[in-house]
Nanobody, 117 residues
Framework: QAQLVESGGGLVQAGGSLRLSCAASPTIFSINVMAWYRQAPGKQRELVAIIGTDGRTNYADFAKGRFTISRDNAKNTVYLQMSSLKPDDTAVYYC???????????WGQGTQVTVSS
C-alpha cells in the first residue's frame, strides 16, 4: 500500500532553516528516484530536488546552494534540509517518486512551510 508522510514544516523567518522528512512505503521508495516538490498558493506544483537510489542529486535552480536532499535507504525516508529561506519558498512541500503525476500517483498530505519577511 502506497504511503507518503511528510513532516517538519512550520513558520520560520527569512534566512532561517528547516529540515523536512518524508517517510515512504517501500513500494515507492526502494526502486525509485525520489523527489521533493512544492506548490505555492495559486501556482502549479514544481520540482525542488531529486535523489537517486545511488545518492546522486539534482536541484531546481532556486534550490541550488540553499537546499540539500538526502535519503536513508534503511528507513525509507527522504529529507530536505533548507537554509537561507526566503518568503518565496512559502509553499506546501511534498515528496514522491521523480516523475509522479497528479492523476496517476498517490500523494501525501504535504507539509506547510511558511517563511515570513
Amino acid at each position: 500500500q502506497a504511503q507518503l508522510v511528510e513532516s517538519g514544516g512550520g513558520l520560520v523567518q527569512a534566512g532561517g532553516s528547516l529540515r523536512l522528512s518524508c517517510a515512504a512505503s517501500p513500494t515507492i521508495f526502494s526502486i525509485n528516484v525520489m523527489a521533493w516538490y512544492r506548490q505555492a498558493p495559486g501556482k502549479q506544483r514544481e520540482l525542488v530536488a531529486i535523489i537517486g537510489t545511488d545518492g546522486r542529486t539534482n536541484y531546481a535552480d532556486f534550490a541550488k546552494g540553499r537546499f540539500t536532499i538526502s535519503r536513508d535507504n534503511a528507513k525509507n525516508t527522504v529529507y530536505l534540509q533548507m537554509s537561507s529561506l526566503k518568503p518565496d519558498d512559502t509553499a506546501v512541500y511534498y515528496c514522491n517518486r521523480d516523475g509522479a503525476t497528479t492523476d496517476n500517483d498517490y500523494w501525501g498530505q504535504g507539509t506547510q512551510v511558511t517563511v515570513s519577511s
